[in-house]
């Protein structure tokens, strides 16, 4: 199966890359089976195949409509690259041609033929012959024709055009690797958000049992005397606290699930994606301390940025073209044609030359094509300096991210502790008459919000890592030095 990062490397492009179509499609194939196979078995009753986040990643990778948006791009780039290097090449054209013609044509008086009389009769002078009358009958004509044209000198024009297509090529195929790495954090975030949304509902289910039960004990306890009607009306409240709860957990897993499919590519109808709960992403580890000195490799590592980088380039060198069309271009030219008239031996025609060509005035075009490019380079510029700025955001925000998830996962574990031990000593006590109901329901509310409060800050966990090496540009080092593993 393909590794993320050999899908990264691999090749899409004709003019400078290795064509990938045939190979994408079958992976592509090969990635849908386990979509498919879960698809079947949920229709025929049976348990789907829990997907990997592996799996999920190289569907999306294989599928998502935005991967097609950016492998189109990349091979109109390539396109445009082939129609500039077309440039270096000599055009030439054949052409053949059949007509029925008239030969009549119109001659100056002082062109025709005369008799002069003035030896004769001075009177007389010079007597012209008059125009033949028009023959109308038409002539069969056939010709045939190749020619050849090729630019021997334009001074940069061409050298510019193919350096511009090289460079938004290579800006093209930095930004389909930027898109890769948008929906594989986008996958990730949403695989998480799915395990987080579906433990949270097994919290609130596990907090309704509790109510549930707290309600039969109040009601016990009432109908015993040792409890008040108030103790069982709060309890009643509580459950319906607790219902509420629910139905809000079960909706947005609802939504997370939508979520994936939509990062996958795939349709929102249909069964749920059967997820394995297993897969977990590297731990940074020594980017977190090292991080503020990654910052400057993060620059350099981003796609976005070689993608602006490269953009910068393309127009350096469109500049370059527009400045070369105030220098002449050096044409060579060659023709030969064949004509010949019906019952007539052919006549054979040829050129071979020259030509110059130097535009000296156009009103102005010229020096606003270079004026609006060189304005265009200024634009590109300001535009790289903000992505560094976004990326140095990006890179400390996520390390605040994680250093904040990581410290409230070791605090809620402290307090879902403490909580499940009060909840414990609440239960007991109201039992023993020692607690009130009121006590009983604060300390169920604080259990279950520090339960919920764990899972959120598990989850958060997972979701500020993708986030760290996405921001790092390293989104091939999400399950360590082997890109291909998951690990439990």
């Given amino acids: 199966m393909l590794t993320f990062r050999e899908f990264c490397t691999a090749g899409d492009s004709s003019n400078a890359l290795s064509v990938g ?76 041609r059949i007509e029925q013609v008239t030969l009549n044509a119109a001659t100056p008086r002082e062109s025709r033929s005369y008799l002069d009389f003035s030896s004769i009769d001075p009177s007389l002078g010079r007597v012209y012959v008059a125009n033949p009358d028009e023959d109308m009958t038409g002539y069969t004509r056939t010709s045939a024709a190749v020619s050849a044209e090729y630019m021997l000198v334009d001074f940069g024009r061409r050298n510019g055009g193919v350096r ?51 309600v039969k004990l109040a009601r016990t306890l009432h109908e015993a005397g040792r409890g008040t009607v108030g103790d069982v009306a709060r309890a009643e409240a509580d459950l319906g606290q607790a219902e509420v709860e629910l139905t809000r957990a079960e909706n947005e897993l609802q939504l997370s699930r939508l979520a994936l499919r939509r990062a996958v590519g795939v349709a929102p109808g249909g ?6 709960r297993k897969s977990r992403l590297a731990d940074p580890g020594r980017l977190v301390s090292e991080l503020d000195a990654l910052v400057e490799r ?61 535009s000296l005035f156009d009103g102005g075009l010229r020096s606003n094509r270079v004026g609006e490019t060189r304005a265009q380079l200024i634009q590109e510029q300001e535009r790289l300096r903000d992505l560094q700025l ?16 990581s410290e409230r996962l070791r605090l809620t574990g402290k ?74």
């Fill in 21 to 96: 179509g045939t190979k994408r499609f079958a992976v592509a194939c090969l990635l849908l089976v386990p979509f498919l196979l879960a698809t079947a078995a949920a229709a025929a009753g049976e348990k789907p195949t829990a997907l990997r986040l592996e799996q999920l990643i190289e569907m999306a990778l294989a599928e998502n409509p935005q991967m097609g948006v950016a492998r189109g791009a990349l091979k109109a780039a390539d396109a445009r690259l082939g129609q500039q290097q077309a440039g270096y090449y000599p055009k030439i054209a054949v052409e053949g």
């Fill in 298 to 358: 993060a620059i350099g590592r981003r796609p976005e940025v070689e993608a602006q980088q490269r953009t910068i380039a393309a127009t350096q060198a469109a500049v370059q073209k527009e400045r070369a069309e105030y220098r002449p271009s050096v044409n060579l030219f060659a023709n030969y044609s064949v004509q010949r008239y019906e019952d007539q031996d052919a006549a054979a025609n040829y050129g071979l030359g020259v030509q110059v060509r130097w």
């Fill in 415 to 488: 307090v879902l502790t403490a909580s499940e031990l009060d909840l414990k000593l609440a239960r007991k006590g109201y039992k023993e008459g020692i607690r009130t109901f009121y006590d009983l329901s604060v300390a169920e509310s604080n259990y279950r919000n520090a339960m919920a409060q764990r899972v959120v800050a598990q989850y958060d966990l997972q979701g500020a890592i993708a986030r760290l090496y996405w921001s790092l540009g390293s989104m091939d080092s999400l399950y360590g030095e082997d890109a291909g593993s998951v690990a439990p």
């Fill in 390 to 405: 976004g990326v140095a955001t990006d890179v400390r925000d996520a390390q605040q991210r994680y250093r904040e998830a």
């Fill in 271 to 276: 069964p749920p994606l059967e997820l394995s």
């Fill in 164 to 214: 511009s297509a090289e460079e938004r090529l290579g800006a093209a195929r930095a930004a389909l690797s930027g898109t890769e790495n948008e929906t594989v954090l986008n996958v990730v975030s949403a695989y998480f958000n799915i395990l987080k949304a579906e433990e949270l509902v097994g919290v609130e289910r596990e907090s309704r049992s509790r109510k549930r039960e707290a």
